[in-house]
């Protein structure tokens, strides 16, 4: 047993190991480099960036470069602050970190006291200075504003520029749209980091409720080789954490045939609107579980649809229904005649083809009609 015993650490170590390593893709990055008022670097300045929603902090030092680096960030609202001993601290507020992005900040501290920060609001083009990504983050105020049918949010795909709904459809969610040119099976879609296409067609393994959705983001060209795997577009979606602040919410998303239109097919066959009942309700809450430290969010939904299909068909006359197609005309109003299977033989004028003759009067015989096909006729609808 004692043989086995550095195997089995090894194994369990590797297990601890990968527990801790997740899917990079959906989190943010924050980088940049710390100078003085003349231009040289600031080595070993203190860098810690705080997450306003939570008060989680992740810290940092600058390196031998005057460079600092702070990678796996949640999506959210953020405050970057830079320190160093003789240097009055540099505040950077107003940061919005969102899926995947890697925001440089670039900073430069004045000699003075701690006492007096510096303080300056993040703006977009410092946000996205790092990427050469073609696409757009779609936040949660977007996603919420925005009319959809059937809530499924990969559906907002099709509003981003180099995004093509294929199959004639106007809303295509993200599997079913092509995305620069490339197929839509190409496509990658990661919830949370991890792929959730299915394995067979490559459509949605799931949809993710709308109200767990945080945001996501939609590269259409020239991201980055950590989706590797894509040879479409990319869709990052992030779902929604917890915070120091209790919040959620519930809904009920009503559809009702009362409030519809009749189709234009319906009307022109004097047929009833259809019936629709579809009740898509449910709720979600999330807050801390230890402030600062330990947080929760949950979402429950459910679907209850009641709608039956309608078709508009042809059915057989009253006449038909005895076996007479007298008066039966194809479009071009040429009568149809009924032939008699049982009459079938070779055609003398025609090699390998056969002929047969026509009911008498084009009526099928009440003997030739099958028991079984009378029994059902009882049923068809007038």
């Known amino acids: 047993m004692s043989r086995f015993l550095p195997m089995l650490r090894a194994a369990m170590a590797v297990l601890i190991l990968t527990a801790v390593v997740y899917g990079q893709g959906e989190r943010a990055t924050v980088t940049g480099a710390v100078t003085d008022a003349s231009g040289a670097i600031v080595v070993g300045a203190q860098v810690a960036i705080r997450n306003t929603a939570t008060n ?49 900040f670039d900073l430069s501290l ?6 007096e920060a510096v303080e300056v609001r993040a703006n977009a083009v410092q946000l996205e200075a790092q990427t050469t990504a073609i696409g757009k983050s779609l936040p949660t105020s977007t996603i919420n504003g925005l009319p959809l049918v059937g809530r499924n949010v990969l559906q907002l795909v099709s ?12 809303n295509g969610e993200a599997t079913n749209a092509k995305m620069s040119g490339g197929f839509a099976r190409d496509n990658g879609v990661l919830t949370d980091g991890g792929e959730s296409r299915a394995t067979v ?8 409720p709308m109200e767990s959705v945080a945001e996501y983001r939609v590269d259409t060209a ?39 239109a009749n189709s234009w097919t319906n009307n022109r066959n004097r047929v009833q609107r259809g019936i629709l009942r579809r009740h898509e309700y449910g709720g979600s809450v999330g807050g801390p579980i230890a402030r600062n430290r330990t947080f929760f969010f949950g979402n429950f939904e459910r679907l209850w649809q009641s709608g039956p299909i309608q078709s508009v068909a042809t059915v057989p006359s009253a006449l038909q229904l005895r076996g007479d197609f007298n008066g039966t005309l194809d479009p071009q109003g040429r009568q149809i005649l009924v032939y008699d299977p049982s009459t079938t033989r070779a055609n003398p004028n025609a090699a390998g083809q056969s002929i047969r003759d026509a009911f008498p009067a084009n009526r099928i015989p009440t003997n030739r009609i099958n028991n079984v096909s009378n029994n059902v006729l009882k049923y068809w609808p007038a």
């Open 56 to 104: 989680v902090v992740s810290r940092t030092t600058t390196n031998a470069a005057g460079i600092y680096y702070i990678s796996s960030l949640n999506p959210g609202p953020y405050e970057l602050r830079v320190e160093q001993t003789g240097f009055r601290p540099a505040l950077v507020s107003d940061i919005r970190l969102s899926t995947g992005l890697t925001a440089t």
């Open 110 to 115: 004045e000699v003075g006291t701690v006492a």
């Open 159 to 170: 509003l981003l520029p180099g995004v093509t709904p294929v199959g004639g459809e106007t």
């Open 201 to 208: 067609n490559s459509k949605s393994a799931f949809t993710i």
């Open 222 to 260: 020239t991201y980055g080789a950590e989706f590797g795997r894509a040879a479409g577009g990319v869709v990052n979606l992030v779902t929604k954490g917890g915070s120091n602040e209790f919040h959620g919410s519930a809904y009920e998303y009503l559809r009702n045939d009362v409030f519809n």
